[in-house]
Protein backbone atom coordinates (compact mmCIF):
# COMPACT_ATOMS: atom_id res chain seq x y z
CA UNK A 1 0.00 0.00 0.00
CA UNK A 2 0.98 3.44 -0.90
CA UNK A 3 -0.40 6.98 0.88
CA UNK A 4 0.08 10.40 -0.33
CA UNK A 5 -1.22 12.67 2.05
CA UNK A 6 -3.85 15.82 0.68
CA UNK A 7 -3.25 19.16 2.19
CA UNK A 8 -3.49 21.92 -0.26
CA UNK A 9 -4.31 22.79 -3.71
CA UNK A 10 -0.50 21.91 -4.45
CA UNK A 11 -1.25 18.26 -3.83
CA UNK A 12 -3.74 17.59 -6.90
CA UNK A 13 -0.07 17.94 -8.92
CA UNK A 14 1.28 16.32 -6.23
CA UNK A 15 -0.88 13.11 -6.40
CA UNK A 16 -1.03 13.32 -9.94
CA UNK A 17 2.49 12.23 -10.06
CA UNK A 18 2.63 9.74 -6.59
CA UNK A 19 -0.57 8.33 -9.10
CA UNK A 20 1.79 8.56 -12.15
CA UNK A 21 4.86 6.66 -11.17
CA UNK A 22 3.19 4.18 -9.69
CA UNK A 23 0.88 2.81 -12.62
CA UNK A 24 3.68 3.29 -15.00
CA UNK A 25 5.89 1.15 -12.92
CA UNK A 26 3.27 -1.19 -12.91
CA UNK A 27 2.95 -1.56 -16.23
CA UNK A 28 -0.06 0.23 -17.49
CA UNK A 29 -0.24 1.78 -20.58
CA UNK A 30 -0.28 6.23 -21.58
CA UNK A 31 -3.60 5.76 -21.86
CA UNK A 32 -4.68 4.52 -19.03
CA UNK A 33 -1.71 6.35 -17.31
CA UNK A 34 -4.09 9.34 -18.53
CA UNK A 35 -7.22 8.13 -17.68
CA UNK A 36 -5.60 7.63 -14.11
CA UNK A 37 -4.06 10.82 -13.53
CA UNK A 38 -7.10 12.79 -14.87
CA UNK A 39 -9.24 10.75 -12.21
CA UNK A 40 -6.67 11.60 -9.41
CA UNK A 41 -6.87 15.58 -10.41
CA UNK A 42 -10.72 15.51 -10.32
CA UNK A 43 -11.33 13.40 -6.47
CA UNK A 44 -8.29 15.39 -5.18
CA UNK A 45 -9.60 18.58 -6.54
CA UNK A 46 -12.87 17.64 -4.95
CA UNK A 47 -11.22 16.74 -1.85
CA UNK A 48 -9.18 20.20 -1.14
CA UNK A 49 -12.32 22.09 -2.23
CA UNK A 50 -15.10 20.21 -0.36
CA UNK A 51 -13.29 18.57 2.37
CA UNK A 52 -9.80 20.50 3.34
CA UNK A 53 -7.56 17.47 3.42
CA UNK A 54 -7.99 13.73 3.12
CA UNK A 55 -5.65 11.29 1.38
CA UNK A 56 -4.88 9.07 -1.37
CA UNK A 57 -3.91 5.20 -0.87
CA UNK A 58 -3.10 2.72 -3.68
CA UNK A 59 -3.03 -0.93 -3.12
CA UNK A 60 -2.05 -3.73 -5.60
CA UNK A 61 -5.11 -6.20 -6.42
CA UNK A 62 -5.91 -9.23 -8.39
CA UNK A 63 -8.16 -11.13 -9.68
CA UNK A 64 -7.57 -14.48 -11.00
CA UNK A 65 -4.36 -13.56 -12.93
CA UNK A 66 -5.58 -10.25 -13.66
CA UNK A 67 -4.03 -7.26 -11.78
CA UNK A 68 -4.90 -3.77 -11.29
CA UNK A 69 -4.62 -0.82 -9.01
CA UNK A 70 -7.02 -0.04 -6.80
CA UNK A 71 -7.38 3.80 -5.42
CA UNK A 72 -9.08 5.29 -2.81
CA UNK A 73 -9.79 8.94 -1.95
CA UNK A 74 -10.33 9.34 1.33
CA UNK A 75 -11.57 12.99 3.72
CA UNK A 76 -13.18 13.63 6.86
CA UNK A 77 -15.29 16.45 5.26
CA UNK A 78 -18.56 16.76 5.54
CA UNK A 79 -19.53 13.88 3.21
CA UNK A 80 -22.05 14.20 0.01
CA UNK A 81 -25.53 14.51 1.10
CA UNK A 82 -27.30 12.71 -1.92
CA UNK A 83 -24.73 11.06 -4.01
CA UNK A 84 -26.79 9.63 -6.96
CA UNK A 85 -27.76 13.60 -7.42
CA UNK A 86 -23.93 14.42 -7.00
CA UNK A 87 -23.22 11.77 -9.64
CA UNK A 88 -25.23 13.37 -12.41
CA UNK A 89 -23.70 15.49 -15.04
CA UNK A 90 -23.00 18.93 -14.28
CA UNK A 91 -24.08 18.99 -10.57
CA UNK A 92 -22.50 21.14 -8.64
CA UNK A 93 -22.86 22.81 -5.45
CA UNK A 94 -19.25 25.29 -5.47
CA UNK A 95 -20.18 26.71 -9.57
CA UNK A 96 -17.96 24.03 -10.63
CA UNK A 97 -18.53 22.24 -13.90
CA UNK A 98 -20.32 19.03 -12.12
CA UNK A 99 -18.27 16.63 -13.82
CA UNK A 100 -15.78 15.25 -12.02
CA UNK A 101 -17.31 12.19 -10.33
CA UNK A 102 -19.27 11.43 -13.41
CA UNK A 103 -16.17 11.92 -15.80
CA UNK A 104 -14.12 9.58 -13.37
CA UNK A 105 -16.93 6.68 -12.96
CA UNK A 106 -16.45 6.59 -16.89
CA UNK A 107 -12.56 6.56 -16.74
CA UNK A 108 -12.88 3.64 -13.88
CA UNK A 109 -13.43 0.05 -14.61
CA UNK A 110 -15.24 0.22 -10.92
CA UNK A 111 -15.94 3.28 -8.95
CA UNK A 112 -17.53 3.05 -5.36
CA UNK A 113 -18.45 5.98 -3.33
CA UNK A 114 -19.25 5.18 0.07
CA UNK A 115 -20.00 8.81 2.10
CA UNK A 116 -22.27 9.88 5.50
CA UNK A 117 -23.05 13.45 6.43
CA UNK A 118 -20.97 14.98 9.09
CA UNK A 119 -18.17 12.17 8.54
CA UNK A 120 -16.50 12.44 5.00
CA UNK A 121 -16.28 10.39 2.36
CA UNK A 122 -14.64 7.43 0.28
CA UNK A 123 -14.12 7.03 -3.45
CA UNK A 124 -12.50 3.78 -4.52
CA UNK A 125 -11.71 3.45 -7.90
CA UNK A 126 -10.21 0.33 -9.63
CA UNK A 127 -8.31 -0.14 -12.80
CA UNK A 128 -7.53 -3.50 -14.28
CA UNK A 129 -4.36 -4.30 -16.64
CA UNK A 130 -5.72 -6.15 -19.21
CA UNK A 131 -3.24 -8.23 -21.42
N1 LIG B 1 -15.09 14.81 -1.28
C1 LIG B 1 -16.26 15.45 -1.30
N2 LIG B 1 -16.85 15.85 -0.14
C2 LIG B 1 -18.04 16.49 -0.14
N3 LIG B 1 -18.75 16.76 -1.25
C3 LIG B 1 -18.22 16.38 -2.44
C4 LIG B 1 -16.95 15.72 -2.53
N4 LIG B 1 -16.70 15.47 -3.84
C5 LIG B 1 -17.75 15.94 -4.52
N5 LIG B 1 -18.67 16.50 -3.69
C6 LIG B 1 -19.98 17.09 -4.08
O1 LIG B 1 -20.37 16.56 -5.33
C7 LIG B 1 -20.58 17.62 -6.27
C8 LIG B 1 -20.18 17.17 -7.67
O2 LIG B 1 -18.76 16.97 -7.76
P1 LIG B 1 -18.06 17.07 -9.18
O3 LIG B 1 -18.75 16.11 -10.10
O4 LIG B 1 -16.58 16.89 -9.01
O5 LIG B 1 -18.40 18.55 -9.67
P2 LIG B 1 -17.81 19.97 -9.19
O6 LIG B 1 -16.60 19.72 -8.33
O7 LIG B 1 -17.50 20.69 -10.46
O8 LIG B 1 -18.91 20.61 -8.42
C9 LIG B 1 -19.77 18.79 -5.73
O9 LIG B 1 -20.28 20.04 -6.17
C10 LIG B 1 -19.93 18.60 -4.21
O10 LIG B 1 -21.16 19.10 -3.76
MG1 LIG C 1 -15.09 18.39 -8.87
Redesign the pocket.
Known amino acids: MNIYAIESENDVIGARHFIRDLVKEKGFGLIDQTRLTTITS??V???V???GK?QVLAYDVMNGSTNGIKIE?K?S????QDIEQ??QDG?????????????SKRLSDEFYIE?ESGK??K?TVIKWLKA
Do not use: C
Not at 91 to 102: E, N, S
Open positions: ELRNILYAGFDGPGIAMYTTKGGLGAGLPGSGTI
